[in-house]
């Protein structure tokens, strides 16, 4: 039977991810093809990849290629005067 309780348990909330992030998120340049890794749009996919290593603390650099598009994870190093240094988006 249902009861009042004083405090509430705390919130737990476990994120499934779709896809493999942290072992594409290795530091190595990873090809991913469209129909065989992802199904969404490249552009979607490449969004999600910098959406995921934000998650992370890092960034993505992304490359489109033939069939899909490559990504390689990294984490930039901060640069003098608080400015931070790193790979943009090709």
């Known amino acids: 039977m249902a009861q009042k309780i004083a405090n509430p348990p ?3 909330h476990v994120r499934t991810e779709k896809y493999p992030w942290d072992e594409w ?3 190595d340049w990873w090809e991913l093809f469209h ?3 992802y199904e969404v749009a490249t ?3 490449r969004a999600g990849a910098h ?3 934000k ?4 960034k ?3 490359r489109l290629t033939e ?3 490559a990504l390689r994870f990294f984490i930039p190093a901060p640069a003098e005067n608080g400015e931070q240094e790193g790979e943009g988006e090709e």
């Open 51 to 53: 959406t995921a290593a």
């Open 25 to 27: 998120f290795d530091g």
């Open 35 to 37: 129909g065989d890794d």
């Open 10 to 12: 705390a919130r737990v």
């Open 60 to 62: 993505v650099s992304t």
């Open 67 to 69: 069939n899909g598009f």
């Open 55 to 58: 998650r992370r603390g890092g």
């Open 43 to 45: 552009d979607n996919m």
